[in-house]
Nanobody
Framework: QVQLVESGGGLVQPGGSLRLSCAASGSIFSIFHMGWHRQAPGKQRELVAFITSGGSTNYADAVKGRFTISRDNAKNTVYLQMNSLKPEDTAVYYC??????????????WGQGTQVTVSS
């Protein structure tokens, strides 16, 4: 059993910044990929960014140069720094991690989502 707790969402004006955090806890032996997805109203969930256990990163074209993903392995936490936010970034943001539990099982776990609204 793995729990993900997200924080940092909110309302921000266009051009502003937010930092999302997602902390994993529970029966964790190892965490592989950590990432963020988002889902806007009426749209499918899409990948925003992910980071591997080795620190390699990958970003959706829509956020390249504006968002930065990072992780703190000691805290089992992944972050998403979002700068130069645009109204089209408005969505519910979900944390996702690929985990190996202490029992050896490998699976994906999702956070509950945090709302990001970019509006003047």
């Amino acid at each position: 059993q793995v729990q993900l707790v997200e924080s940092g969402g909110g309302l921000v004006q266009p051009g502003g910044s937010l930092r999302l955090s997602c902390a994993a806890s529970g029966s964790i032996f190892s965490i592989f990929h950590m990432g963020w997805h988002r889902q806007a109203p009426g749209k499918q969930r899409e990948l925003v960014a992910f980071i591997t256990s080795g620190g390699s990163t990958n970003y959706a074209d829509a956020v390249k140069g504006r968002f930065t993903i990072s992780r703190d392995n000691a805290k089992n936490t992944v972050y998403l720094q979002m700068n130069s936010l645009k109204p089209e970034d408005t969505a519910v943001y979900y944390c996702n991690v690929n985990v190996q539990s202490n029992s050896g099982r490998i699976f994906a776990s999702w956070g509950q989502g945090t709302q990001v609204t970019v509006s003047s």
